[in-house]
């Protein structure tokens, strides 16, 4: 008796791998790509600049732009027409044709409902305003999200992350230099000293990009500068890049609290990778501060170094707490929105023409690591394990589903 017919075998039941294609130059599809006016907290960046848009209908894409979508940058509708984008009146016209929709800060609620069936939502995240509701959202209609912050590439950079964070970085001296002044009702103390006065004390927490931008600035208006972290080997790169100019030290309760008396101003500006940020500064450590002494909370929108933080927007961006001025706005970069446009552009065009030049999002998943780092919800299932714990909810590794039938 026969024991195993070959003719009867059927090679489909359960998961079945594939070997991932090479890729074959010529093959790529014509992308519909929507760029929504931002609609949340004062947000003034857009994605992509006239210069940006020319070069994906130039790959043979169609840009869709809803109308002033650019005017808060200073790019006019004009600009985009005149490089070939179309300029859309209503927005729900624009979900529909485009299914690739392209934006700075994450969909609100309302954007959301908007979204279609297997659309592909490339945006911010947000994790410290994120809920279990959007995630559901995004699960339920199949879309393929894809997250600034999770973009890495293969040298582990993070590069729209990175741009951000150099901007963020010298963004939050400047900020907190404007409200230590007299008449924002600061100290009226400046960062750095003159002749026989005693520059002031910046003291930021963490040691990564922006905390390495902010301490240049800070350096360039010559103010004294404590660093702090709990990772030595960020503390010796940073002492290193910046000519042992800094004062370093580990981030724990002792010199935590002896550097937040000494503060006139504190950064926030530690972060933990995928993950939400290391609430640092205690509440008695800020009552404990100066009178009239400033915080930036630059990470507030993945949770705040600083236990009083909350986050604010760009139209009130302060709040007064234990006689502290405390700026905790999550989107500095928007500040000078012209600029971060630019930098967010020159990082996420390449990544489109990819998509494009691959034939779609499921074969540039296969290709391209850095988008595949960068996705956290595809094909129905949430796919970063970080997610999945802090929103107690099950995940599928991308690895798996790209390389299965599901």
Same mark, same amino acid.
């Given at each position: 008796?026969?024991?195993?017919?070959?003719?009867?075998?059927?090679?489909?039941?359960?998961?079945?791998?594939?070997?991932?294609?090479?890729?074959?130059?010529?093959?790529?599809?014509?992308?519909?790509?929507?760029?929504?006016?931002?609609?949340?907290?004062?947000?003034?960046?857009?994605?992509?600049?006239?210069?940006?848009?020319?070069?994906?209908?130039?790959?043979?894409?169609?840009?869709?732009?809803?109308?002033?979508?650019?005017?808060?940058?200073?790019?006019?509708?004009?600009?985009?027409?005149?490089?070939?984008?179309?300029?859309?009146?209503?927005?729900?016209?624009?979900?529909?044709?485009?299914?690739?929709?392209?934006?700075?800060?994450?969909?609100?609620?309302?954007?959301?409902?908007?979204?279609?069936?297997?659309?592909?939502?490339?945006?911010?995240?947000?994790?410290?305003?994120?809920?279990?509701?959007?995630?559901?959202?995004?699960?339920?209609?199949?879309?393929?999200?894809?997250?600034?912050?999770?973009?890495?590439?293969?040298?582990?950079?993070?590069?729209?992350?990175?741009?951000?964070?150099?901007?963020?970085?010298?963004?939050?001296?400047?900020?907190?230099?404007?409200?230590?002044?007299?008449?924002?009702?600061?100290?009226?103390?400046?960062?750095?000293?003159?002749?026989?006065?005693?520059?002031?004390?910046?003291?930021?927490?963490?040691?990564?990009?922006?905390?390495?931008?902010?301490?240049?600035?800070?350096?360039?208006?010559?103010?004294?500068?404590?660093?702090?972290?709990?990772?030595?080997?960020?503390?010796?790169?940073?002492?290193?890049?910046?000519?042992?100019?800094?004062?370093? @030290?580990?981030?724990? #309760?002792?010199? *935590?609290?002896?550097?937040?008396?000494?503060?006139? $101003?504190? !950064? +926030?500006? &530690?972060?933990?990778?995928?993950?939400?940020?290391?609430?640092?500064?205690?509440?008695?450590?800020?009552?404990?501060?100066?009178?009239?002494?400033?915080?930036?909370?630059?990470?507030?929108?993945?949770?705040?170094?600083?236990?009083?933080?909350?986050?604010?927007?760009?139209?009130?961006?302060?709040?007064?707490?234990?006689?502290?001025?405390?700026?905790?706005?999550?989107?500095?970069?928007?500040?000078? @929105?012209?600029?971060? #446009?630019?930098? *967010?552009?020159?990082?996420?065009?390449?990544?489109? $023409?990819? !998509? +494009?030049? &691959?034939?779609?999002?499921?074969?540039?998943?296969?290709?391209?690591?850095?988008?595949?780092?960068?996705?956290?919800?595809?094909?129905?299932?949430?796919?970063?394990?970080?997610?999945?714990?802090?929103?107690?909810?099950?995940?599928?590794?991308?690895?798996?589903?790209?390389?299965?039938?599901?």
């Amino acid at each position: 008796m026969e024991i195993f017919n070959p003719s009867e075998y059927k090679p489909d039941y359960g998961l079945k791998t594939l070997e991932k294609p090479e890729k074959v130059t010529g093959s790529g599809m014509s992308l519909k790509i929507g760029l929504p006016k931002e609609c949340s907290n004062d947000e003034r960046r857009i994605s992509l600049t006239p210069g940006g848009v020319s070069v994906l209908i130039a790959n043979g894409h169609e840009v869709h732009i809803e109308r002033d979508a650019g005017i808060m940058a200073n790019f006019t509708d004009h600009e985009y027409s005149e490089v070939g984008a179309q300029i859309c009146e209503n927005v729900d016209d624009l979900y529909k044709k485009c299914e690739l929709i392209l934006k700075v800060a994450p969909p609100t609620p309302q954007e959301l409902e908007l979204t279609q069936h297997k659309q592909v939502i490339f945006s911010a995240l947000h994790l410290g305003n994120s809920t279990e509701d959007f995630f559901r959202h995004m699960i339920k209609k199949s879309i393929t999200g894809i997250g600034f912050e999770f973009i890495q590439a293969q040298d582990r950079s993070f590069p729209i992350v990175r741009m951000m964070h150099e901007i963020t970085g010298s963004m939050s001296v400047q900020i907190a230099s404007h409200y230590l002044e007299s008449y924002a009702n600061g100290q009226g103390v400046m960062l750095g000293g003159i002749s026989g006065v005693p520059p002031a004390t910046v003291v930021i927490l963490g040691a990564g990009i922006i905390s390495e931008y902010a301490a240049r600035t800070a350096l360039g208006y010559g103010a004294q500068v404590f660093v702090l972290d709990n990772d030595l080997g960020k503390l010796r790169r940073l002492e290193n890049a910046l000519d042992r100019r800094i004062i370093t @030290a580990m981030a724990n #309760t002792q010199y *935590l609290t002896s550097a937040t008396k000494a503060a006139d $101003v504190v !950064i +926030g500006a &530690a972060m933990l990778e995928g993950n939400r940020a290391p609430c640092w500064v205690t509440e008695a450590m800020v009552e404990g501060m100066k009178p009239g002494s400033v915080i930036v909370d630059t990470v507030i929108d993945q949770g705040g170094n600083i236990a009083t933080s909350k986050s604010t927007t760009h139209t009130k961006p302060i709040f007064l707490k234990h006689e502290v001025i405390h700026y905790c706005v999550p989107n500095i970069p928007s500040n000078v @929105a012209r600029t971060a #446009t630019y930098a *967010l552009n020159n990082v996420i065009v390449p990544f489109l $023409v990819d !998509i +494009g030049d &691959a034939g779609g999002i499921n074969e540039a998943l296969w290709t391209n690591v850095s988008l595949r780092n960068g996705t956290y919800v595809y094909k129905g299932h949430l796919t970063k394990k970080t997610l999945s714990q802090m929103f107690q909810m099950p995940y599928r590794d991308i690895e798996m589903l790209i390389a299965s039938r599901i």
